[in-house]
């Protein structure tokens, strides 16, 4: 199994620092419903003067400061310090449940702007965004707070490979995970760690940020591909609610990254390939596949003295090998969920290793990151960005796809170069 990283759902992965150690942070602001940890930019500072909030994305539970922390300074670029040093102070907004609904945790958002307005010393605007979720949440509020007439004095929003277009997760994974909490979910000393992906993907978070979602392996039986269909009420209701607060803020400038390419290149995961295969004595004859075009079996759900359960989906894209932010591992604890947690799974229940071919996906496609098209599409997913149908005002795509929400040099110093023109 490769080396586990942190929450890939949303908070940028880094190793897990070792306990105990000293708090990164300045300070501490306590919000209804998260905490936000503020890092000023100079020594002996007690209040921001150029805030930049960032909000955690998607997990189960609650955010982990050291570990967002880490994820941002530890990789190939430290973010965090390059904002310090050019005079801004950074802000992560974490939440008492991360999995919880997009709206719930926008108005910890909005509270934390409210703090950040008036904690600021001086009147330079401010920057609000988030990674993965985060950037939903925070675009949200500042909506939500436009549509209220209430002042967020925010001149620039920013997205760091947010799904505003929605995010992919196989729909053979899905449904191996209802499987394995429906059959095993009870097995003790390791019941908990198998239904923690089941539950983590029916979250209401789950629900409002995968474009396709199952609730069941059963409900998995058959996953066309239309206007609706397959899409969970609660992102319908999400949309909607989007809608209601204009979409968009309207006062900030746009600008947002994407770990995917702007290319159309993919990734060259191939479609209708055996990704997960299990020959245990309790899961023999499982079989998960990547994501192909039209009619599909697109996994056999096996349990030993039982008729195999079908997965199958119709007219869907080929999406596993799209552009955009993969899943490049899958942590035994933490936000992480594809090809790679279902074979683990599989080992767990077995007792042995399943055969594991493919381990990342797309999770964000590019398209979806840069909010120029919708997924549904083949055409979309493949082709190079085309900057004019952006919502965003501004827009930078990795070089090569890479893992969803790592901080890359490429991605962080454009972030900078954007702010401090502002």
Not at 70 to 88: D, H, M, T
Not at 232 to 244: C, G
Request: charged fraction near 20%.
């Amino acid at each position: 199994m490769s080396t586990p990283v942190v929450s890939i759902w949303g908070a940028p992965p880094g190793a897990r620092p070792a306990a105990p150690q000293a708090d990164p942070w300045n300070t501490t602001w306590p919000l209804r419903g998260g905490t936000a940890w503020v890092f000023h930019s100079s020594p002996g500072q007690t209040h921001v003067k150029r805030p930049v909030i960032l909000a955690d994305g998607f997990s189960i539970g609650p955010s982990e400061p050291h570990a967002l922390y880490a994820g941002l300074e530890n990789g190939q670029y430290p973010f965090i310090s390059k904002l310090r040093e050019n005079g801004f102070d950074v802000v992560l907004l974490g939440f008492d449940e991360r999995s919880a609904s997009i709206l719930d945790n926008a108005d910890v958002a909005v509270e934390c702007i409210r703090r950040a307005i008036a904690d600021r010393e001086g009147p330079a605007p401010l920057t609000v965004g988030g990674f993965s979720m985060g950037g939903l949440v925070t675009r949200y509020a500042l909506a939500k707070m436009e549509s209220q007439m209430e002042d967020h004095e925010t001149s620039t929003y920013l997205s760091y490979d947010t799904p505003h277009r929605g995010a992919w997760l196989p729909i053979a994974v899905q449904a191996f995970a209802h499987f394995v909490k429906e059959h095993w979910g009870s097995t003790p000393g390791i019941g908990p760690l198998l239904s923690r992906f089941s539950i983590m993907v029916n979250s209401d978070a789950a629900r409002q940020l995968l474009r396709w979602h199952v609730e069941t392996a059963d409900a998995a039986a058959d996953v066309p591909l239309d206007v609706s269909a397959g899409q969970d009420q609660a992102r319908t209701d999400f949309l909607e609610a989007l809608e209601q607060v204009g979409g968009w803020p309207m006062r900030p400038r746009l600008l947002g990254v994407a770990n995917g390419t702007a290319t159309g290149a993919g990734n060259d995961i191939p479609a209708g390939a055996p990704a997960v295969v299990s020959s245990g004595p309790q899961l023999g004859g499982t079989r998960l596949d990547t994501q192909d075009k039209g009619q599909q079996t697109v996994a056999e759900l096996a349990k030993t003295g039982a008729d195999p359960v079908p997965v199958r989906t119709r007219d869907l894209p080929d999406i596993d090998g799209a552009p955009g932010g993969l899943f490049p591992e899958a942590p035994l604890l933490d936000g992480a969920a594809n090809f790679g947690m279902a074979a683990m799974l599989a080992g767990l229940v077995d007792q042995t290793p399943a055969e594991l071919t493919y381990n990342a996906s797309t999770f964000v496609p590019t398209v979806s990151a840069v909010a120029s098209a919708d997924i549904d599409d083949r055409n979309n997913l493949y082709s190079k960005v085309d900057r004019d149908s952006s919502d965003l005002h501004d827009f930078a795509c990795a070089t090569a796809n890479e893992g969803h929400t790592v901080m890359t040099e490429e991605l962080g110093q454009w972030i900078l170069d954007r702010l401090q023109e502002a």
